[in-house]
């Protein structure tokens, strides 16, 4: 599919244009000057034409941005990557020094390029507009992002100059993998480390990424989406914007995954908001990885993984069957383990059980171990089955439902687990009138 990207200084509309093309609200947009901070892709099509859209940060230099860096080097990826460059300036603000600058290095790509002249809100500013010719970029296209004035034939000329697609690709419904935890635990070094490329920007300051960040992988037989979220910290009164946003984007980004990655600290241990995030990831009945990292950095014995693993598993009561694995990302020590088992709890989370194979292997067990009698009256569960349900629920028949107590509940989820592998998959067991 092919790959369009809009580049230009900070704070001439980009991901507000990015937005309108794509059609939905994926890329933050504020007023303050380095919002974008990392290559963000979206979809979108034009007269039955699929293409992807890269929104990058605003290139800039001399700047008080910590990661202007950072922010440059993602501009330059994302021209790389891109078939067609939509480099978009500011008709109220005329060519400003950068703009030149970004010109200069656009004049030298061999990549096919689209002057975009954004925020032109009336006819006198179209007037205006002619200035940009001397960019020597050809001639600007005028439209306004904010209202969506002349953006249709911004995409007649997107696609006319894309080159042809040898195939349509149909779209897959591959597991959506998403990386969760707290700020600065490594979650977007993980996916730069997975991804072999330097896709998400690393630094070690808490809230770097901010928007939730999606990526396809493909290498070693493994097809999915891969997303990198921005931290979730805790609630304060003095939470800006930006990070507000931020946060309701990994939220939704949990939402719409089928397995989460959940990334802890070894150096700072469980905190009280790697458990609220580990409950979000429950409630919505999402499949769990935990991830330790920075275990190069722990001093160590013979039994310091298994006190971890029994420390975390204690913590995160009653839903701790949960894959752990310890690993060092700034190494890439055990990275390809994570993922081998975040399909793993993929395909478990999709599983379906015969109710044959449900009632052979559970009503033999139950006869075993039936539900203690209450009030003088035996509990008979007659027979087992697996709703049809997005994740795994099952659905025991039973004479007396409304006698049965957790513990029993406990014992027969135990034992789905252990049987059929459920690991880190959230199940539900209801027990209904027969």
Not at 49 to 58: A, K, L, P, Q, Y
Not at 280 to 301: A, P, Q, T, Y
Request: proline share 4%.
């Amino acid at each position: 599919m092919s790959l369009v990207a809009i580049v230009g200084r900070p704070n001439v509309g980009k991901s507000t244009l990015f937005n309108r093309l794509v059609g939905e609200r994926k890329a933050i947009v504020d007023s303050t000057a380095g919002t974008t901070r990392d290559r963000h892709y979206g979809k979108t099509d034009w007269n039955g034409r699929e293409f992807s859209v890269i929104d990058t940060g605003g290139y800039t230099v001399n700047s008080d941005d910590i990661f202007e860096d950072e922010i440059r080097r993602q501009v330059l990826l994302a021209i790389d990557e891109a078939d067609l460059i939509l480099f978009l300036v500011e008709v109220t603000t005329g060519i400003t020094d950068l703009d030149d600058m970004m010109a200069d290095i656009l004049r030298r790509t061999s990549k096919k390029v689209l002057l975009v002249c954004n925020k032109v809100d009336n006819n006198d500013q179209i007037y205006s507009s002619h200035e940009f010719y001397s960019l020597g970029l050809g001639t600007p296209f005028c439209i306004s992002s904010m209202s969506g004035s002349g953006t249709g034939d911004l995409m007649d000329a997107i696609l006319e100059q894309l080159p042809e697609e040898t195939r349509f690709e149909e779209e897959e419904n591959l597991p959506r993998i998403t990386i969760v935890g707290r700020p600065n635990v490594g979650k977007s070094s993980l996916t730069n480390a997975l991804l072999g490329t330097e896709r998400n920007i690393v630094t070690s300051m808490a809230g770097t990424t901010r928007d939730s960040i999606h990526t396809r992988y493909n290498k070693y037989g493994m097809d999915f989406y891969l997303v990198d979220t921005a931290g979730l910290r805790k609630k304060n009164k003095d939470m800006e914007d930006l990070e507000f946003y931020s946060v309701m984007r990994s939220i939704r980004a949990i939402e719409s995954s089928d397995v989460c990655i959940l990334m802890l600290d070894a150096q700072q241990g469980l905190e009280q908001q790697d458990l609220n995030i580990h409950n979000l990831v429950v409630r919505n009945r999402k499949g769990c990885v935990i991830v330790v990292n920075k275990w190069d950095l722990i001093e160590k014995s013979s039994n310091t993984m298994k006190e971890w693993t029994e420390y975390l598993k204690k913590r995160l009561a009653p839903f701790n069957d949960i894959p752990i694995i310890f690993t060092s990302v700034l190494n890439k020590q055990r990275i390809l383990d994570v993922l081998q088992t975040a399909i793993r709890v993929y395909q478990s989370r999709k599983r379906r059980i015969a109710t044959s194979e449900l009632n052979e292997y559970l009503l033999p067990l139950i006869e075993n171990y039936p539900p203690p009698a209450t009030k003088g009256k035996y509990i008979r569960i007659k027979y087992v089955t697996q709703l049809p349900t997005p994740t795994p629920q099952f659905a025991f028949f039973v004479n007396l439902p409304q006698y049965i107590k957790e513990p029993y509940r406990r014992f027969l989820e135990n034992n789905l687990r252990e049987h059929w592998d459920f690991s880190g998959v959230p199940l539900q067991i209801y027990f209904r009138q027969k």
